[in-house]
């Protein structure tokens, strides 16, 4: 009640004012944004399939020749249904059985049903080889 | 918090239920501060409540844009990681958009004076401004760093001088606020110092747990974690109260 009384005190630019359509017009749009992000937080909460990350690597595009060597670009892709963290890749040259070189990554997250790039960099070029992609392991977050 | 990078991770690590949580705590929490000093002075608490879902459309809204321009959120990425690193920002982002507006509006001073006469407000006023700086302290990984490697001493004393800068700043805005009050330093200390800090220590721990910053860990790590992030908070929470 002492709030009503010295809001009459006050000049007249701060006289309360009550709230236009166009203010309700966007306070609804704020209503459906937190009821939204609620119910689908909520409802992912409930019918979250738990499990374990799953991840798999390929190769992505054309090995491309760079100054100082080769790159080769790869995509890990998490079809679990959690995150995976620190996830470490590899890729291997072979021949015949035995490996010529070796490149590793790490990404910081793959997140549940997403997809992360990466690159690795060879000095030998790996049109001449087998390439091996490899998910070593990875972190809980 | 939009340039945070564990706050774009806590998107799709985050726990659904906590942040449903915390967004749930969002409008009612927005409607008090709205009550004590947002966009206009309002008769009646629907107009606060208005208010503070139009906070929220703004900063939804400011959120997406600016998460898209850093290209954060694609239309390539799966639903539950777009939506929660949109639902991540929003807390936060509706937070600083009811402040701004209490700062850069007008005719806050002159309602500010009518709050600072409930005791209730004024609790408020604390959690808020702990909220405020904890958030974005929460959640990033040198809190942990730094609880880690403080041995229970290091805690005890930083325990100790978080509450005298509480009470050397609630002090300093007592006394100099337009109303002087007359009362006791045990009186001050006790109803507004220690509880607080009190307030401030669960606002942070609250936030801790919603983050998941507190899953697996031992008492005395938690104890450690929430007296860390509570040294920002209690400054935040004091100041708070001097500047809102």
Do not use: C
């Not at chain 1, 010295?6 to 309360?16: C, E, F, N």
């Amino acid at each position: 009640m002492a709030r009503k009384q010295s809001a009459t005190k006050q000049p007249a630019t701060q006289q309360p004012t009550g709230t236009s359509y166009l203010e309700w017009a966007v306070a609804a749009v704020g209503t459906v944004l937190v009821a939204a992000a609620i119910a689908y937080l909520v409802w992912y909460g409930i019918a979250r399939p738990d499990g374990p990350p799953e991840l798999a690597i390929r190769q992505l595009s054309e090995i491309q020749k760079i100054r100082d060597g080769y790159l080769v670009e790869v995509e890990v892709e998490n079809y679990g249904h959690s995150t995976a963290a620190a996830v470490e890749i590899s890729g291997t040259l072979e021949q015949g059985g035995t490996d010529v070189e070796d490149s590793s990554a790490t990404i910081d997250y793959v997140p549940q049903q997403s997809t992360r790039q990466a690159f690795f960099q060879f000095s030998e070029n790996p049109a001449d080889y087998t390439l091996k992609l490899r998910v070593k392991g990875m972190a809980k977050p | 918090m939009l340039m945070t990078m564990e706050m774009w991770w806590l998107g799709f690590t985050v726990e659904p239920f906590r942040l449903a949580l915390l967004l749930f705590v969002l409008v009612p929490m927005l409607t008090g501060l709205s009550r004590l000093g947002g966009f206009r002075n309002n008769l009646h608490i629907l107009d606060d409540v208005a208010d503070s879902l139009v906070a929220i459309a703004v900063a939804t809204i400011s959120a997406v844009i600016v998460l898209a321009l850093f290209n954060l959120i694609t239309l390539e990425m799966p639903v539950r990681e777009v939506m929660g690193k949109i639902a991540v920002q929003m807390f936060p982002a509706a937070i600083g958009a009811i402040l701004a507006q209490n700062q850069l509006g007008g005719g806050v001073r002159d309602k500010m004076e009518e709050v600072e006469s409930s005791y209730w407000g004024e609790l408020l006023i604390l959690a808020v401004g702990a909220l405020f700086l904890s958030l974005n302290i929460a959640p990033t990984e040198e809190v942990e760093l730094i609880a880690y490697q403080m041995s229970v001493w290091h805690v005890v004393i930083i325990v100790v001088l978080s509450i005298a800068l509480l009470h050397a700043i609630v002090y300093m805005v007592e006394f100099t606020g337009t109303e002087v009050r007359v009362e006791s330093f045990l009186s001050v200390f006790v109803r507004f110092t220690v509880v607080g800090y009190a307030v401030v220590a669960l606002v942070n721990l609250y936030l801790l747990w919603t983050f998941g910053r507190t899953d697996g860990l031992s008492l005395h790590e938690i104890m450690s974690l929430v007296a860390v992030i509570s040294f920002p908070g209690a400054i935040g929470a004091a100041f708070a109260r001097l500047i809102l």
